[in-house]
């Protein structure tokens, strides 16, 4: 009796310790009561030195040094029975439940179920040769009672692997259709979108039913088994709900409505938008949370891979989501709902290079009121360089971080604070576009222009882009047509081949003019086709935008847009910057090659680090108008001057230039540490800079960028 009431107790007690075989708290609680108070019993006639052992063996795996202390007391009764040659059936029940306990509390980091392993091996080690010394009426029941369970236990995993084999094309079907509404909502593709969700949303409805028919419900009793059981249903059902959410959320959606027609766009069709995104969102958080939700220690590793996996993919989708709101919320003011809105377009070209990417020869003001857009202002930046009521008395208000490097290039005078007529030529300096907004918002008034609310830049491969919504454009004087194909080459070299820079400067009006105008005045492609076209462009800084307003900011840097230079975040990094110092257009010619060597750790805990940039002007000595190949500072034709700038996240300590010694400038500029220098490469040459620093040893990987 008393043996039964010890045995009891334990059972309770391992059952309080939270072990979760099955998923189901109830369940849980009942099995491991059971066994546990099943081996404690059991323990009466076991063998002194199997209690003794399961003890030991306890008392070296526990890791908390109270759960130690119980071990060694079960062990160390157990050793007393032994020496004493005693019987004392109570103490090897209570020596046992000291086992038990340890054992139900064991966490040990490693494969999976490596505490529960152990555990059950020891005390099945201490419950067979117990039993087997039981009397033989009783060795009959529990292995009669044994046998049943087992046979139990087998049919249910019969009937488990016929409804997972009924349930498996389903899951597979559901998770395949996810995947591809993901990729059509990333492409924009609302519809395609809402038809692979819905379809998402029936195959995991089948393989909810498959996985909860009535022949698989006695496997809800057996340990892992129902794990994994019970994580396919969670998921299945949970997926289910947030995929038809998310369809019916998207099938509201109208993109024939969201089109710019004749240079309006409807702002109720807009406002419309964030509802169903709203659901969109919380259908992919919803999925989220079940994907966490559904993990547990007792799965496999395969299957938590999988589930980690896609949480992940989740998660990735969910910050997607998360912007497609916001963007939903802050669109209408951004359309003038809410006042006229203005927004300066820098057009650039890299042939004459600068950090931002490329000079900006052409810009445009653009007017949004109410939904309607229109070209207000177009010109060249000379018209903005001795534009306004005092071009020579144009000032900034700052940022340091701009005019402490750049100012020298124009934009600051020490003497009087104000921005020469040659800033407009050198605005897109810095290779941050959150300060060329900055600066530009300040100069444009004061330059002829209006206050405005916000920049975009878009470089040639952009305005190819949009030449393929516009279609072909034809000019005087060129053969072909402009199209998709050729419009970015032509920008960048062949329109240099044009003899008379005046007629050169009325191709180049003429494209931008043609372009914005033909996209205003008549119907611009789908929001998903837009997406599509230019959401490569974004990701490769080849389209930004800069807004006055820090939520509309925010919303730029979520999406990739806003053109700022990467943060090293504690880590290391390489950038290449090049800013064209001969006025001329050979920088289309050059290639530029960087590599960073990371060497081995000295006996101090530091390792050098070397940048290698490899310059190499393409361009002729001759053949192209002066325009192109002539220089400001009476160097040859062809030549390459440029002012090369190395970023990097550690201080540099020594430079070669084609292998000789040299010096560099150095500073800090956009939390990176800057070394710069004036370089020239004849036509045809090749220069080196290997830039070496001796540093603290990095315990990250470091980031390669090169940007001409």
């Known amino acids: 009796m008393h043996a039964s009431f010890i045995a009891a107790a334990s059972g309770i007690a391992a059952a309080a310790a939270g072990a979760s075989p099955t998923g189901s708290p109830v369940i849980d609680f009942v099995l491991v009561a059971a066994l546990a108070a099943l081996v404690t019993w059991s323990a009466a006639t076991a063998p002194w030195w199997a209690v003794g052992l399961a003890c030991a063996i306890a008392a070296v795996v526990a890791v908390q040094p109270l759960l130690v202390a119980v071990a060694l007391a079960g062990w160390a009764a157990t050793f007393f029975i032994g020496i004493r040659r005693r019987n004392l059936p109570l103490v090897r029940v209570a020596a046992a439940a000291a086992a038990v306990q340890v054992f139900a509390r064991l966490q040990l980091n490693g494969f999976l179920g490596l505490s529960a392993i152990i555990g059950c091996v020891t005390l099945a080690a201490l419950f067979v040769p117990a039993i087997l010394r039981r009397e033989r009426a009783v060795r009959k029941r529990v292995w009669k009672y044994l046998g049943i369970v087992v046979a139990c236990a087998a049919l249910a995993l019969v009937g488990l692997a016929l409804s997972a084999l009924a349930a498996r094309g389903p899951l597979q079907e559901g998770n395949r259709r996810v995947h591809d509404g993901l990729d059509a909502l990333n492409r924009g593709d609302m519809a395609a979108a809402a038809s692979a969700f819905g379809a998402a949303s029936s195959s995991f409805r089948s393989a909810d039913n498959d996985l909860s028919a009535l022949w698989a419900q006695p496997s809800r009793l057996l340990p892992v088994v129902a794990q994994h059981r019970a994580s396919a249903i969670t998921l299945a059902s949970t997926a289910a709900h947030a995929m038809d959410l998310a369809a019916g959320a998207l099938r509201q959606i109208d993109p024939e409505s969201l089109r710019v027609v004749k240079g309006q766009i409807d702002l109720d069709a807009v406002r419309g938008l964030v509802a169903p995104f709203t659901s969109l969102q919380t259908a992919i958080a919803g999925v989220g949370a079940a994907l966490a939700d559904a993990d547990s220690q007792w799965l496999t590793p395969m299957v938590r891979t999988r589930l980690h996996e896609f949480e992940d993919d989740m998660a990735k989708n969910k910050v997607r989501a998360d912007n497609a709101v916001l963007a939903a919320q802050l669109a209408p003011a951004m359309l003038g709902a809410d006042g006229t809105r203005r927004y300066f377009v820098a057009f650039t070209t890299p042939a004459e290079a600068r950090g931002l ?352």
């Open 357 to 708: 990417g490329g000079f900006m020869g052409n810009w445009a003001e653009m007017t949004i009121e109410n939904g309607h857009i229109s070209m207000s202002e177009f010109g060249r930046h000379t018209d903005l360089s001795n534009g306004g009521p005092d071009p020579g008395n144009r000032r900034l208000n700052g940022p340091a971080e701009f005019t402490d490097r750049w100012g020298r290039f124009g934009f600051y005078d020490p003497a009087d604070g104000t921005t020469a007529v040659q800033a407009w030529s050198n605005i897109t300096m810095p290779p941050d576009f959150a300060l060329v907004g900055n600066v530009i918002a300040q100069l444009y008034p004061q330059s002829g222009g209006r206050k405005i609310d916000g920049a975009f830049a878009l470089d040639p491969q952009t305005m190819a882009a949009l030449v393929s919504f516009t279609g072909p454009i034809t000019l005087d004087g060129v053969d072909e047509p402009l199209t998709a194909a050729n419009t970015a080459n032509f920008i960048i070299r062949d329109q240099y081949n044009i003899t008379q820079l005046d007629d050169r400067v009325d191709l180049l009006d003429t494209i931008a003019r043609t372009v914005v105008d033909r996209l205003l005045g008549g119907s611009m492609p789908p929001p998903a086709e837009l997406a599509r076209t230019l959401g490569p462009l974004t990701r490769q800084g080849r389209l930004m935008g800069w807004s006055a307003d820090p939520a509309e900011e925010s919303l730029f840097a979520k999406i990739g847009m806003s053109g700022v230079f990467p943060a090293l975040d504690g880590g290391d990094g390489v950038a290449v910057v090049v800013d064209n110092a001969a006025g001329n257009k050979a920088d289309a010619f050059l290639d530029i090659a960087t590599s960073y060597r990371i060497g081995t750790l000295d006996a101090s805990g530091f390792r050098d680090g070397t940048v290698t940039i490899t310059l190499t002007n393409n361009a002729p000595a001759g053949g192209l108008p002066d325009y192109v190949l002539a220089n400001a500072v009476d160097l040859p034709l062809g030549t390459n001057r440029m002012f090369l700038s190395v970023y990097t996240g550690l201080p540099m300590e020594s430079v070669t230039l084609d292998g000789e010694p040299s010096t560099m400038e150095t500073g800090t500029s956009l939390g990176w540490n800057v070394a710069s220098t004036f370089l020239n490469i004849p036509p045809g040459g090749t220069r080196i800079n290997r830039s070496s620093r001796f540093s603290p040893s990095l315990s990250r990987g470091t980031d390669l960028l090169a940007a001409p």
